[in-house]
C-alpha cells in the first residue's frame, strides 16, 4: 500500500523557486505529497494558482504566511490537519546589495529578520511536532553566499553563513529524532530577486558612500554580476527539481550545490581552508582584470568547464 502523503509546507511561493518547488511536488506523478504553498501576500495568489492548474484544491493548497510575524506563523499552522507539517522548505528570502556605507541598519535588520530569524520561528513551530512524530526535514534555500562572501554582499552573505552555522548544529541533535536538514544553495538563479536588487540600487543614493567606493559598485561589480547572472544563473524550474530530488531522497544531503557552473568559484574556497586564494582572485578578477573575469565568466557558460557532477 502507499504511504501516506507528507505534507510540505513551503514559505515565500510567490515567486521563483518557492512557486516552482510548489508545482513540482504538487504534480508529484506518485501523489506522494500535499503542498501548502504559502506567501505573505495573498494578492498574489494568482501566479501560483494559474501555475498549479488541476492540482490547486487537490494537492496544493495556497495560505498566507508572513516568516517575520509569530502570529501568522500560529494561524497559519492552525490551519493546517493536525498542524503536522513533515517537510518544511525554508525558502523566503530578501538580498541587500551595496556599499556598506550607505545602507541603513533597519534594511540590514529586515535582511536578518526575514532571511534568518525567520526560518527560525518557522522551525521553532514545527518541531514539537516532528520531534513527537519521531519524523521530519527541514529544508533550507541557503545559497552559495552561505559558503563564501562575494563583495558588496556583505550583510546578505551574514545572513546566509547565520543559517549555515544555525542548521549544520541542529542537524547533528535532530538525527537523535530521525529529523533531516538540508541546506540547498544555489549559485545565481533569474528570478524576481535580481531585479528587486537592481530596482534598489537604480534608486539608491547610498549617502556617505566616498566616489572611490561608489565607481567600484556601479562600474565593476554591477556590470561583473549582470554578466554572471546572464552567463551562469539557473532556472528557476531546474533549483526546484535539485530541491524535490533532496525531498525524496531516503537519505538527505546535509549540503546540496545546485549549479555545476558556479562550482569552479566555491572551488576556490574549498581548496585553499586559508581563504586567501579566494579572496585574492576575487579581488583581482575585479579590480584588476575584468576583461578576464567577462571572459572567464563566458566560457563557464559554454561546456568546457562542466563537471559530471549535481545536477544531472
Ligand atoms: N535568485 C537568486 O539568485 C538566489 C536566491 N536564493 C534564495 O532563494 C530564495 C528564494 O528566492 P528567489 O525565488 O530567487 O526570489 P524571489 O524574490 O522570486 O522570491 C522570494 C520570495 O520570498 C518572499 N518573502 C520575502 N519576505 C517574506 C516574508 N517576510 N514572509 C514570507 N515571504 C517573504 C517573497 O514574497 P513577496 O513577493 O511578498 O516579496 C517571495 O515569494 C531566497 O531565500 C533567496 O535568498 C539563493 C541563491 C540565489
Ligand atoms: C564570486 C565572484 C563574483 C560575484 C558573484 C556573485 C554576484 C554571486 C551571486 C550569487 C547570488 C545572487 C546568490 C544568491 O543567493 C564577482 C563579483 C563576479 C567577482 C569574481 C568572484
Not at 504538487?26 to 501548502?36: E, I, K, L, T
Not at 514545527?126 to 534555500?141: D, F, W
Not at 547610498?206 to 539557473?234: K, W
Amino acid at each position: 500500500m502507499a504511504d501516506a502523503p507528507r505534507t510540505v509546507l513551503i514559505s515565500g511561493c510567490s515567486s521563483g523557486i518557492g512557486l516552482e518547488l510548489a508545482v513540482q511536488l504538487a504534480h508529484d506523478p506518485r501523489q506522494r505529497y500535499q503542498v501548502v504553498a504559502t506567501m505573505r501576500d495573498l494578492g498574489k495568489k494568482g501566479t501560483l494558482e494559474a501555475a498549479a492548474g488541476k492540482a490547486l484544491g487537490q494537492t496544493l493548497t495556497v495560505a498566507q504566511l508572513d516568516v517575520c510575524s509569530d502570529e501568522s506563523v500560529a494561524q497559519c499552522l492552525s490551519c493546517i490537519q493536525g498542524g503536522e507539517v513533515d517537510v518544511l522548505v525554508n525558502n523566503a528570502g530578501v538580498g541587500l546589495v551595496g556599499p556598506l556605507e550607505g545602507l541603513s541598519l533597519a534594511a540590514m535588520q529586515n535582511v536578518f529578520d526575514t532571511n534568518f530569524f525567520g526560518a527560525v520561528r518557522l522551525v521553532k513551530a514545527v518541531l514539537p511536532g516532528m520531534k513527537r512524530r519521531r519524523q521530519g526535514h527541514i529544508v533550507v534555500v541557503s545559497s552559495v553566499m552561505g559558503l563564501q562572501g562575494v563583495v558588496f554582499n556583505e550583510v546578505y552573505a551574514a545572513s546566509k553563513f547565520a543559517m549555515e552555522g544555525f542548521f549544520e548544529s541542529l542537524a547533528v541533535q535532530l538525527l537523535q529524532f530521525n529529523i533531516f536538514i538540508s541546506l540547498v544553495e544555489p549559485g545565481p538563479v533569474v528570478t524576481e530577486f535580481e531585479g528587486k536588487l537592481l530596482e534598489q540600487v537604480s534608486t539608491a543614493e547610498f549617502p556617505g558612500t566616498d566616489p572611490d567606493t561608489l565607481s567600484y559598485f556601479r562600474d565593476l561589480y554591477l556590470p561583473a554580476s549582470r554578466e554572471l547572472f546572464h552567463n551562469v544563473g539557473q532556472s528557476p524550474q531546474d533549483v526546484a527539481k535539485v530541491i524535490v530530488k533532496v525531498i525524496g531522497s531516503a537519505r538527505p544531503p546535509l549540503r546540496r550545490q545546485t549549479n555545476t557552473r558556479y562550482t569552479p568559484l566555491t572551488a576556490l574556497k574549498a581548496v585553499d581552508p586559508s581563504g586567501s586564494l579566494y579572496v585574492r582572485t576575487s579581488h583581482r578578477l575585479l579590480f584588476r582584470w575584468p576583461r578576464l573575469l567577462k571572459l572567464g565568466l563566458r566560457c563557464l557558460a559554454c561546456s568546457c568547464f562542466r563537471t559530471p557532477v549535481w545536477p544531472r
